[in-house]
């Protein structure tokens, strides 16, 4: 069944930071969205704005065709689809599940087996990247695991929220690409930190840097768009959040030893961000790490 626009009724559980920015799009692409969250207040970003509010997953799921999910783990993914009042529990059941979360390739795997034998419906593993910005603007970047049938269902809506959307494989691949992804990203952070410490304690202009190196082998969308922000110090409002950096770091850390491989500078991106998050960091900007190796030059400073 279909809205009165003519478009698939989307359910969308989960708004935060990327679930705001992605139901926002949804609403200006036309598509009926029905939301849930957890913490109540956060519907307040996106239903001025044309979403209804549901009480519970199983409500939104049996006001929608696709149900889609960002939500902080693989533990609050089962929770809103298995729990007591989750999405398998919707009369009718959605005909597909699209999660955006940031998640396990097993678990996934597991949860969709779980869905498909319960109500049928099918899964598409779709974690994202490129932050809220990009998310608004329909032009993140999707990596999707899922049956071929299921994809395609599901590629119609999707490539209007993604400047870049790739199958990578079935169920669970999705999550395997973000690993790698978040491996990339993690240690770049720590990278551009370190960038920046020692283009500023040498003195050179330390904001002309991306232009320098611009088209070089060092270019990168994390020198053009991150190392900016750490110059500038422009952390608030934050994009994302440093518990959720280490803890998609962390999944990298166990993905990569439950490959039997010992990857030293991951487990240095970890360490840092573990010394960051200890300071009471946890709900600051990801980039902000910076403010870690600040503190520690001061420490050092107070030392002397």
Same mark, same amino acid.
């Given at each position: 069944?279909?809205g009165?626009?003519?478009?698939?009724?989307?359910?969308?559980?989960?708004?935060g930071?990327m679930?705001e920015?992605?139901?926002r799009?949804?609403l200006?692409l036309?598509?009926?969205?029905t939301?849930?969250?957890?913490?109540?207040?956060?519907?307040?970003?996106?239903v001025p704005?044309?979403?209804?509010a549901?009480?519970?997953?199983?409500?939104?799921?049996?006001?929608?065709d696709v149900?889609?999910l960002c939500v902080?783990?693989?533990?609050?993914?089962?929770?809103?689809?298995?729990g007591?009042?989750?999405?398998?529990m919707?009369t009718p059941?959605?005909?597909l599940v699209?999660d955006?979360?940031?998640a396990?390739p097993? +678990?996934?795997?597991? @949860?969709?087996?779980?869905? $498909?034998?319960?109500?049928? =419906?099918g899964?598409?593993?779709?974690? %994202?990247s490129?932050?809220?910005?990009l998310?608004r603007?329909g032009q993140m970047?999707?990596m999707?695991g899922?049956?071929?049938e299921d994809?395609?269902?599901a590629?119609?809506?999707?490539?209007q929220?993604?400047?870049?959307l790739?199958?990578m +494989?079935p169920?669970? @691949?999705?999550?395997?690409t $973000?690993?790698l992804?978040? =491996?990339?990203?993690?240690?770049?952070y %720590?990278l551009?930190t370190e960038?920046?410490m020692?283009a500023e304690a040498?003195g050179?202009?330390?904001a002309r840097?991306?232009?320098?190196?611009?088209?070089?082998?060092?270019d990168?969308s994390?020198?053009?768009?991150?190392?900016?922000q750490?110059?500038?110090r422009a952390?608030d409002?934050?994009?994302?959040?440093a518990?959720q950096?280490l803890?998609?770091l962390?999944?990298v850390q166990a993905?990569?030893?439950?490959?039997g491989?010992e990857?030293k500078?991951?487990e240095?991106?970890?360490?840092?961000?573990?010394?960051?998050v200890?300071?009471?960091?946890e709900?600051?900007?990801?980039?902000?790490?910076?403010?870690?190796?600040?503190?520690?030059a001061?420490a050092?400073?107070?030392?002397?």
């Amino acid at each position: 069944m279909n809205g009165t626009s003519g478009k698939p009724r989307i359910g969308f559980i989960g708004i935060g930071i990327m679930g705001e920015a992605m139901v926002r799009r949804l609403l200006d692409l036309g598509y009926p969205v029905t939301v849930w969250n957890l913490e109540s207040e956060r519907l307040d970003t996106v239903v001025p704005h044309g979403a209804v509010a549901a009480a519970s997953p199983a409500a939104v799921a049996a006001a929608s065709d696709v149900v889609m999910l960002c939500v902080l783990h693989m533990e609050a993914v089962e929770r809103c689809v298995f729990g007591e009042d989750g999405v398998a529990m919707a009369t009718p059941a959605p005909r597909l599940v699209i999660d955006f979360s940031t998640a396990d390739p097993e +678990g996934t795997r597991r @949860a969709a087996r779980r869905l $498909k034998e319960l109500t049928g =419906a099918g899964w598409v593993d779709a974690p %994202v990247s490129g932050g809220p910005q990009l998310a608004r603007t329909g032009q993140m970047t999707v990596m999707a695991g899922g049956a071929p049938e299921d994809f395609a269902a599901a590629e119609p809506i999707v490539a209007q929220m993604a400047g870049n959307l790739t199958l990578m +494989g079935p169920v669970g @691949a999705g999550q395997t690409t $973000k690993i790698l992804n978040q =491996a990339i990203v993690g240690t770049g952070y %720590v990278l551009m930190t370190e960038a920046l410490m020692l283009a500023e304690a040498a003195g050179i202009d330390a904001a002309r840097l991306p232009q320098c190196l611009a088209g070089g082998h060092a270019d990168s969308s994390l020198l053009q768009r991150l190392y900016p922000q750490m110059q500038q110090r422009a952390f608030d409002p934050p994009s994302s959040y440093a518990r959720q950096l280490l803890k998609d770091l962390k999944a990298v850390q166990a993905f990569a030893e439950g490959l039997g491989l010992e990857l030293k500078l991951i487990e240095k991106g970890v360490s840092r961000y573990k010394d960051y998050v200890a300071l009471g960091n946890e709900m600051t900007d990801s980039a902000a790490v910076l403010k870690l190796y600040e503190h520690e030059a001061a420490a050092r400073a107070g030392r002397r």
